[in-house]
């Protein structure tokens, strides 16, 4: 065996080398749109594997000249193998929450279970639809909208199983770039650390196993940049300009969320499917708020801006208001937003947009809108007061903002139950129904707060419906709890009335332009 892998390819002076695109396991060739939109500056290729209805290119489809190999997850594993054969080798690898190996061994115990493997084969035989959306949802994406292919997928997930290229990563002749979330469910930290040796890996606080959909424009600035320092950005590009992510007509606003946004979005993505099944409390804060917003005067056709969707709560009880919208729909989860796109049937034109709501960044520019409303989704800011007034600014003259969100003295009980036993509760802790004034100073703000109670039957079935919903983020200064203390908790939770309350703030706002709310809290 040779000490290194033949010498990579060089990018002819003043061109640039193909970019190479591979998804992985349980996707499609559309995984990347994102990302590509925003590297337009270079010719690319997508190869598709195969596991839906689109048929996989075979080996003859790689272009001729220098290319550039991407992967995600499984595809970065799949090019090692693929690419082993041709000659030159590429000019450069990009690995993106990838491995060059899965299965864990004696030399790799960092892996995933091989009896795990087999399990999820034997399953995939059978159910193959219910094992392909069963992961997809671990991912943190929407079930899968075509058919599976089940040869396609058994025989990778085969190869996952059996490949070990981790050799062919320390000996490669070509730059590499690797990125990876620190909160990625798939390929953990230390599995990610071991799977790819002699890389230094750039990671994602926050983010998950998606970070070409959590995060594009994170991705494809790493990937510029990268590409720029080792010589391979077009000459047009070269210099400074490099290493910025170029977008398509229509897509300059598309921006990706942050960091912590990204595991918010991730924690939810995981919950999109069957979030409906468990949403109770967030079905009627939605009935409400709509109530509120069908009383408002406002235009026959409306501009409707929506912060954190969900799965189209609020949305399809306001399209019952409004028989003609014009809509921007947005949430931070790509798997929530798909959830409501294949719903809602909206009249008027609707557009969906993966946004952070907190740094709101529209397609078109800042945008006016006749109505800002979000139901369920500001508690998750890091400063709600800054992230309203920052959609406030996007109000069109005599607009209103409308949102609802659990404040202080929401799940008391919870609370109380760890402070009986000595424990200090690890939720989030609920802003003030003030941060509404404080993001609304130069005009009075309607506030109304309200109890609701969530007769959830016990500990079990309340952390449960949590999970449900995707909101199990936690104090990022707190330690889990023991089994043991857990337990403890959840007995005194049970001793108690084994219910939960629920504080919900509603705010109403009006852009100078229009007359003024009477301010009361009740």
């Known amino acids: 065996m040779n000490s290194a892998w033949p010498p990579a390819a060089v990018a002819p002076a003043g ?205 494809a600035a790493r990937i510029a940049g990268f590409l720029s320092r080792h010589g391979l950005a077009p000459a047009a590009q070269a210099g400074s300009r490099a290493s910025r992510p170029t977008f398509a007509a229509g897509e300059t606003a598309r921006r990706s969320p942050k960091p912590r946004s990204s595991g918010i979005g991730m924690r939810f993505g995981a919950a999109a499917h069957g979030y409906d099944r468990h949403a109770g409390v967030q079905r009627e804060v939605a009935s409400r708020l709509a109530a509120r917003i069908a009383r408002l005067d406002l235009p026959a056709r409306p501009r409707i801006l929506e912060i954190g969707c969900g799965t189209g709560l609020l949305t399809r009880m306001l399209g019952a208001h409004f028989s003609e919208a014009d809509w921007t729909i947005t949430d931070v989860s790509p798997a929530m937003l798909e959830q409501a796109r294949r719903h809602l049937r909206l009249g008027g034109v609707s557009r969906y947009q993966v946004m952070d709501g907190e740094a ?89 707060v309200e109890h609701l109670v969530d007769e959830c039957g016990g500990a079990l079935a309340f952390l449960r419906g949590l999970k449900g919903v995707g909101a199990t983020a936690s104090r990022e200064d707190s330690l889990p709890l023991s089994l043991a203390a857990l337990r403890r908790v959840c007995a005194e939770f049970d001793r108690t009335g084994g219910r939960c309350s629920y504080r919900i703030a509603y705010g109403l706002w009006r852009r100078p332009g229009g007359p003024a709310h009477q301010d009361t809290v009740s």
């Open 360 to 448: 709101p960044r529209l397609e078109g520019g800042s945008g006016r809108f006749d109505l800002i409303c979000s139901s369920m989704a500001l508690q998750w800011f890091e400063d709600p007061a800054r992230g309203l007034a920052r959609l406030t600014a996007l109000l069109a003259p005599a607009g209103y903002l409308a949102v609802a969100l659990p404040v202080d003295g929401t799940f008391a009980e919870w609370r109380q139950a760890h402070e009986a036993v000595g424990l200090c509760p690890r939720i989030i802790p609920f802003p003030r129904p003030e941060c509404l004034r404080m993001a609304c100073e130069d005009r009075p703000v309607r506030i109304e």
């Open 15 to 219: 061109g640039a080398p193909t970019l190479v695109f591979v998804h992985g396991w349980g996707f499609d060739a559309g995984f990347w749109d994102a990302v590509r939109t925003r590297l337009q500056a270079w010719p690319q290729r997508t190869l598709e594997r195969g596991y839906f209805a689109s048929r996989p290119m075979p080996d003859e489809a790689l272009p001729e000249g220098p290319l550039v190999a991407i992967g995600h997850s499984f595809g970065y594993l799949s090019l090692l193998a693929q690419l082993a054969r041709r000659r030159p080798q590429p000019c450069a690898w990009i690995s993106i929450n990838g491995f060059a190996r899965f299965s864990a061994g004696d030399d790799f115990p960092h892996g995933v279970d091989p009896r795990l493997m087999r399990r999820m084969r034997s399953r995939l035989a059978v159910a193959p639809a219910e094992v392909v959306d069963e992961f997809r949802r671990r991912c943190g994406a929407a079930p899968a909208q075509d058919a599976p292919c089940l040869p396609m997928l058994a025989r990778d997930l085969q190869a996952m199983q059996a490949l070990d290229l981790r050799d062919s990563v320390r000996r490669r002749s070509a730059p590499m770039l690797a990125l990876a979330g620190s909160a990625d469910p798939i390929v953990p930290v230390r599995m990610a650390a071991k799977a790819l040796p002699a890389c230094d890996i750039d990671w994602l606080r926050g983010g998950g196993h998606l970070l070409p959909l959590e995060a594009p424009e994170w991705c």
